[in-house]
């Protein structure tokens, strides 16, 4: 290997190489709701490309790998995953990083804050049954933060919804222009394959004995297909021509600028449309570019190392207390061991340690580049947003702090734990593992916790308890909705029953907490003046 890898890493050591590598990776993340395929989607992707890394642990159903941790073992009695991981696959010339957004009830603010390291979202959709409510929540973090989504439309095998009314569907409930790149022959449960847009090529597409392997594939003239399906070819030939008639081809720019959405069908179950979903991923989606800085410029992806933390994991080794911060990389090349320096406090950080992430596969572990995820362990200096980078200072903005729905109030009866009870909350705070808010009313001793998803909780009082040896009980709040006030919001809002004012402890904004959506409108109603910011 010697001398021609020496080659190589010299090549990729230069600036062209990072430029080129960073072309060659599309990182994203399927945002769905539970039972949708995602992780059917996943394994079927691994199907057909070569899976080349993992980072973290990987949880398929009934495919456990990867690293357990203490406080995993209680997502293993529960059979559900809490923790994100990175999954990398090498397809064609191309280097995919699939980033997990945990779902069910373990739904958190870490699920939000994937979306903050992709540059793509493959939005999936369950043919019978459309936008779903998880769906619709992470479809509006890709909306604010401009990601452009790419739609798989899954499960075709079975039966579902008219596919020109999903079209609709998307349309009027999100207001993305749906763009079709494949169009299914043969109605939901019913499928044959799909006919490119682009091209007019028609696929025929049939699972695989068994159903396990890559589906078998065939390209198939018109004339024979017509033949061969009938009513549902012309069917599908009618509805391409009223697509014909909308402005539904694809529309890069559009796409690009999160105004339209690719749209793809298939059933994942049977690897039905993954390939071509590679594709267009390869094809279409956007690689790594330069990234928005705190103040200053946007960071060229050509730049030297830089990077943020997106999610941070304590304990993921049972044998001693540590803490593993996933990053993704903006610019320049990472070499493991490259001392790089955290922007929050310039001190220097080793990196000495990223290889313990990668269960194998030491090429991509010794080297990563814009796009990839890379895990520190024993990262217990860095916290959720924190940036490194080595060259000329640079810090990408703090990670939005995610519109919290479930409140409880947490307190320890056991006085003598308080200070660890004290630290331990700080603790959580600083990992994003919750968000803590500070209330008037109930005072420090019983400061209250707010979560996107009610599995933090469990989390927080697990790791409170195993790390901090504090005992906590935990009292929900009968609230539903928190929106942004100020101090004359506040004033106001102290005339209006079952509404509380508290203080986030991260960045001391001021969140009005409602027990339902109409009460918060019917007091705004009552007051034209109070700011109120969901
Ligand atoms: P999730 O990660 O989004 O929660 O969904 P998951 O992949 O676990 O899929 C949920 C269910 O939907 C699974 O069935 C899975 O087999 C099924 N499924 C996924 N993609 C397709 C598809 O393209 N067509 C059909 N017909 N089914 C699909 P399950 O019965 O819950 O579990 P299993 O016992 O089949 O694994």
Known sequence: MGKERIVSQNVLASPAGVAGQASRRRTFAVISHPDAGKSTITEALALHARVIGQAGAVHGKGDRRGVVSDWMAMEQQRGISITSAALQFAYRDTVINLLDTPGHADFSEDTYRVLTAVDCAVMLLDAAKGLEPQTMKLFEVCRQRSIPVLTFINKWDRPGQDALALMDEIEQRIGLRPTPLTWPVGIAGNFHGVIDRRTGVFTRMQRSPGGAGLAIEEEMGTAEAAERFGAEWDTAA?????????????????????TSTPVLFGAAVANLGVRQLLNILVELAPPPSARPTAAGPDQPIDAPFSGFVFKIQANMNKAHRDQVAFMRICSGRFDRGMVVTHAGTGRPFTTKYAQQIF???????????????????????????????????????????????????????????FKRFRRGIDQLDAEGVVQVLRSEQRGDQSPVLAAVGPMQFEVATYRLEAEFGVIVQLDHLPYEIAARTDAAGQEILRTESNVEVMTRVRDDALLALFPHRWRMRSVAGRHPDLRLDV
Not at 386 to 401: I, N, R, W
């Open 238 to 258: 009618e509805e391409l021509e009223l697509l014909a008639m909308t402005e539904a081809d694809h529309d890069q720019a559009a796409f690009l600028a999160a």
């Open 359 to 417: 269960g194998q596969g030491r090429d991509t572990i010794d080297q990563a580049y814009p796009g990839d995820v890379v895990g520190l362990v024993n990262a217990t200096a860095l916290g959720i947003g924190d940036t490194l980078y080595t060259g000329t200072p640079v810090e990408y903005p703090p990670l939005p702090s995610f519109p919290p729905e479930h409140f409880a109030v947490v307190r320890t009866s056991d006085t003598g734990a």
